[in-house]
């Protein structure tokens, strides 16, 4: 488990230096300064937006991740996720009377980031999610009804027993 762990975590750093750094981080700079795009897209909030996802949840959550704080990374990943689909319906809306190619695929990537966190979080914490679900199945076979039928044993049958035996 330790060494998918940490070939995930290297694919993950890799993804995050090309898509977090490059795309997520100078693409929407270079949109906004560089004088590719018309200034309404140029000075749309949706580009500040933008950035600012792409260094809090691909930048410090891959940090997170490294400090192997695996659920605080999955949820800057996760909330990632909901803002780039947010970015992605609002292009949409841009982009819809534009002739222009819409940038959804520099700002999406972050799902296979969320799915690669979501990975490393269910492999790091698989025995502990194992226990919990075998105590939760021996909770439920102590609680059963006897298959012959028969005085079931609760807690007030022992009492009433014991009342019995000491008369």
Known sequence: MKIAINILKAFEIILT??????????????LM?????????????????WLLNSIVCYLIGTIV????????????HGAGLIVSIFIYGVFQNIYKEIEA?????????VIFITLITL????MANYKKITE????????????AP???GGEQYTDN?????KKGRKK
């Not at 991740?65 to 800057?76: R, S």
């Open 17 to 30: 230096a090309i898509w977090g750094v490059i795309f997520g981080i100078l693409t929407p700079l270079s």
């Open 33 to 49: 300064y560089g004088g590719i795009v018309a200034d309404e897209i140029a000075q749309h909030y949706i580009l500040k937006i």
């Open 65 to 76: 991740v490294m400090l192997k704080h695996y659920k605080t990374a999955l949820c800057f």
């Open 101 to 109: 190619q819409n940038p959804a695929q520099l700002y999406m990537p």
């Open 119 to 122: 990975a490393i979080t269910v």
């Open 132 to 143: 919990r679900l075998s105590a939760v199945n021996n909770k439920k076979y102590e609680a």
């Open 146 to 148: 006897s298959v012959l």
């Open 157 to 161: 049958n022992k009492e009433q027993k």
